[in-house]
C-alpha cells in the first residue's frame, strides 16, 4: 500500500476535513457502499471507470480508497478505510482501475462500477455531488434517478409474481409512504432489485418484516 500523509481517517473524511474533499471521499465511500448492498455478496473482481476530477486527483485525495472501502461494507467514519486496498487484496478481490481524464461524463465526479462474482455481474454508474452527497444514475444500463438524500430502501430479491405487492402492501401496513421506486431485473425469474425512496425515517418495525418475505437476497434501509 502506497504512503499517504493522513494522520488519522478524518483527514480524509468526516466532520473535519484537514486535507481531501467529502466529495472526493466520503461521497466515494457511500457510492461504494451503495453498490455493495445492491450486489448482496462478496465480489471476487471490480472494475472501477473513473472520469474527469475522479480520474485526475483519484490517489492524491483517497478516491480509490473510499471506493474500495464502500465495496467492503464500510462506513465514512471507518478507521480501516486507509488500509481498504490492502484488505481488499486479502479477501481475494481483484481491483482494477480505469481512468479516463479527459473524457466525458454525466458529472466531473462519476464513477462507473463494474462488479463481479463466480455467479452474477452488475454495473452501477454513481456520482458525488458535494457535502458526502450522491446520486445514482444508473443501473445495469438503466437510467435511474436515485439521490440517496432521502430514506431509501434497496432490497435484492428473485424475480417471482407478487413480490413486488408483498414488498408494498407491508410499507403500507406501517404507514410509510413511496416517494419514488425504480424496479429492474436481470431476467425473467432472475435476481431483480427493488429501490424504494419513502417519506418515513423510521422503518425499522418494516424492514424487520421484510427481510421475512421468501425470495429476499438482501435488504437495507439507508436513512
Not at 479527459?102 to 462500477?113: F, M, R, S, Y
Not at 463481479?116 to 445514482?136: A, E
Not at 416517494?179 to 422503518?203: F, K, L, P, W, Y
Amino acid at each position: 500500500m502506497r504512503n499517504l500523509k493522513f494522520k488519522s481517517v478524518f483527514d480524509i473524511m468526516g466532520p473535519v476535513m484537514i486535507g481531501p474533499s467529502s466529495s472526493h471521499t466520503a461521497g466515494a465511500v457511500r457510492i461504494g457502499k451503495i453498490v455493495h448492498s445492491i450486489f448482496g455478496e462478496q465480489p471476487t473482481e471490480v472494475d472501477f471507470h473513473l472520469y474527469q476530477s475522479f480520474a485526475k486527483t483519484y490517489q492524491g485525495h483517497g478516491t480509490d480508497l473510499a471506493l474500495v472501502a464502500g465495496i467492503l461494507g464500510m462506513d465514512t467514519n471507518d478507521a480501516r478505510i486507509p488500509q481498504s486496498l490492502e484488505l481488499a487484496d486479502k479477501a481475494g478481490i481483484k481491483i482494477f482501475w480505469h481512468i479516463h481524464k479527459d473524457e466525458k461524463a454525466d458529472h466531473p465526479n462519476t464513477a462507473l462500477i463494474s462488479i463481479k462474482s463466480d455467479t452474477k455481474q452488475m454495473t452501477i454508474k454513481g456520482i458525488s455531488i458535494g457535502g458526502g452527497n450522491i446520486q445514482v444514475t444508473e443501473l445495469n444500463g438503466f437510467d435511474i434517478a436515485l439521490n440517496m438524500n432521502t430514506p431509501t430502501f434497496i432490497i435484492v430479491h428473485q424475480d417471482v409474481p407478487g413480490m413486488i405487492a408483498r414488498v408494498t402492501e407491508c410499507l403500507s401496513s406501517h404507514q410509510i409512504n413511496i416517494a419514488q421506486m425504480n424496479v429492474t431485473r436481470e431476467n425473467a425469474g432472475d435476481q431483480a432489485i427493488m429501490i424504494i425512496e419513502v417519506d418515513s425515517h423510521d422503518a425499522t418495525q418494516a424492514l424487520a418484516e421484510i427481510r421475512n418475505i421468501p425470495h429476499l437476497y438482501n435488504v437495507n434501509f439507508f436513512d
